[in-house]
């Protein structure tokens, strides 16, 4: 972003009445200009309701502690009366899965893909996330411009997404356009203008993995996300709809949040190479770097709560009913709790305290398989001393829930 456009997002952030304050215009994270409206919310008013919000009227939770006691309490606030995203959708028209359900049955079938990331399954991951990493840097350009978001991001999210779900290997990008239309809110202008056609694309995606449901049902369990689900009791009764919702969150979970942290890494790294060189001249630092690009990217802006009983949230009254999000980019950078929490810094202290994953009985289930991925990804960028650089601004997407990039472009010198 251009320094005047800095300026200019700061002094509008700081003209605009408290009270019409609406972080979550899509443009704000598409342009990079939403930092100084949380700024503010966080100084004078961190627990925040918007009246004429472009998603209706809501709460923002934007200090760390606040979204703490939130996230931690779903028994005020539930996952399952309005979703977790900003957007409404009623009832019917919303896919059920388990990140957007309350227990009890959020917790069995939680516990059903949850043996995927079991520590054995990540050792088991760890070669061949390695082998994976290793192919895909050995074959970039070398002198000439790419997109490191299709060439890396992408490919190794992808990559591991067909492992897990076993899916064709040859098909895999079909993943990737799912997990983009999943997370796009149609908006005219856009390729997906209407939730029919939105709808219609996930569709094809449901009918693709009722083929490997079909496939799989009748052969002994295995151990890939499919085979879980159609052989276990919390979820081998799915109705469409919801086996679709569960597909949806695990290509979602699995895909964009990493592979928007592994683009962030590299864009952090170039805009800051005193960091950089810290970590080539100590890779011992890789794992705590990791953590660092995961609360400086936040891959997922916000999670939705609403209200099933009054409440008090930093002192303010939240009725039941309310729509309430939680925005973890905030608190992330909330300087209460994070020394510099507005620098990239690699080596702090306690590099795992952040928000991304988010906290309580939904706290990200992939948390230790996106930081492994991370961690091989940059141990092996600094064997081969791989000189990665940025030859312009990252393209953002327009979306309030994904934080992240469509493009990034970087050149490698020979
Ligand atoms: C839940 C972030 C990677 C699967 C979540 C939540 C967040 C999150 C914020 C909701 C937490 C809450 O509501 O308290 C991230 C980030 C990732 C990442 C930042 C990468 C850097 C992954 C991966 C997978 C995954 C690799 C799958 C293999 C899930 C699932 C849930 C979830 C299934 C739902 C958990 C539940 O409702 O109990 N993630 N995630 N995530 N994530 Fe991740």
Redesign the pocket.
Known sequence: MSTLAVNRAQYEAQAVPLDRIDVSDPKRFQDDTVWPYFERLRKEDPVHFCRDGMFGPYWSITKYRDIMAV?TNHKAFS?EAGG?IIVDRNVGERFPN????DPPK?DEQ?KT?SP??APANLANLEGLIRSRVCTILDSLPRQESFNWVDKVSIEL?TQ??AT?FDFPFEDRRLLTYWSDVATTFPQAGQPIDTWEKRDAILAECLAYFTRLWNERINKAPGSDLISMLAHSPATRNMQPREFLGNLI??IV???D??R??ITGGLWFMNQNPDQLQKLRNNPALIPSAVSEI?RY????AH?RRTAVQDAIVGGKRIREGDKVV?W?ISGNRDEEVIENANSFIIDRKNPRQH?????????????R???M??RILWEEILRRELDVKVTGEPVRVPSNFVHGYSSLSVRISA
Do not use: K, W
Not at 98 to 101: E, H
């Open positions: 996230d996952s977790i388990f990140i957007a359900m959020h939680r893909v995927i990331v999210t591991m997404l897990l969150l695990l979970g699995g895909n949040t990493t928007n942290s995961i990217q936040t891959p997922l999670m939680m973890y928000l991304s994953f988010g906290f309580g009985i939904h706290r990200c289930v992939g948390n398989l996106a930081e991925q991370l």
